[in-house]
């Protein structure tokens, strides 16, 4: 089945450690996105992605990274620069501009992660 | 850039009732509309969308409206079930640059048996 896979599911993390969130998917979108989920404040932007080798900031980038090297993959690594980093995390990817479905996002189950 | 508002953040009916959810948005450019429902522990997924050249849309029981005038759009659950219990949320795609989709703050739908 087609479909976008976040890993691991739920991620322990100490302070100070750096920590990559896997995202994967197999439904040849051009485009992938990193959202940040925290109670009462939606869904906010971190990075996204139109195309292979090239990703832009989005609303809430520091202490973030990410890298496009395939299609299929858009790994996140929060970094100790981030304050505050416990949140629910989403990937999402969409078809390219102009195939009629775009704009339409799919997202992945999520990554949970806690910082002890 | 745009912004989104959502309306109200909690929501509570009783089984068999209509749910209505508002949004707001700033940009009068903006030309797609999504509702994405989430269940507790997963991701979004799209539900209903519109797009700026109708006024609205319907889905068996889920239904949107848009004003454009008025720059709202609204989401209509009618007859509810238990298993719309979710946490819903609005969006609007940006015409400028990459046309990024920016979400509301989300409903959290409670149903009452």
């Known amino acids: 089945d087609g479909g976008i896979t976040q890993s691991p599911k739920y991620l322990f993390r100490k302070e100070g450690q750096n920590v990559t969130l896997s995202c994967e998917q197999n439904?040849?979108?051009?485009?992938m996105y990193w959202y940040r989920q925290d109670p009462g404040q939606g869904l906010r932007l971190i990075y996204y992605?139109?195309?292979?080798?090239?990703?832009q900031k989005g609303d809430i980038a520091e202490g973030y990274s990410v890298s496009r090297e395939k299609k299929e993959s858009f790994p996140l690594t929060v970094t100790s620069a981030q304050k505050n980093p416990t949140a629910f995390y989403l990937c999402?990817?969409?078809?390219?501009?102009?195939?009629?479905?775009?704009?339409?996002?799919?997202f992945g189950e999520g990554s949970r992660l806690t910082v002890l | 850039g745009e912004n989104v508002e959502q309306h109200p953040s909690t929501l509570s009916v009783q089984e068999g009732d209509s749910a209505v959810i508002k949004c707001t948005y700033s940009?009068?450019?903006?030309?797609?509309f999504p509702w994405y429902k989430q269940e507790l522990g997963k991701g979004p997924q799209l539900i209903i969308d519109?797009?700026?050249?109708?006024g609205e849309k319907k889905d068996q029981r889920i239904a949107v409206t848009l004003n454009k005038t008025a720059k709202h759009f609204s989401l209509h659950i009618t007859e509810t079930q238990p298993e719309d219990s979710a946490v819903y949320f609005c969006?609007?795609?940006?015409?400028?640059?990459?046309?990024?989709?920016?979400f509301g703050q989300g409903t959290r739908l409670t149903i009452n048996p």
């Open positions: 992605s139109q195309i292979v080798n090239d990703f």
């Open positions: 519109i797009r700026s050249n109708v």
């Open positions: 969006a609007a795609r940006e015409i400028q640059g990459a046309q990024k989709l920016v």
């Open positions: 940009d009068s450019a903006s030309n797609y």
């Open positions: 439904l040849n979108h051009d485009a």
């Open positions: 999402a990817s969409s078809p390219r501009a102009g195939t009629g479905r775009s704009g339409e996002l799919f």
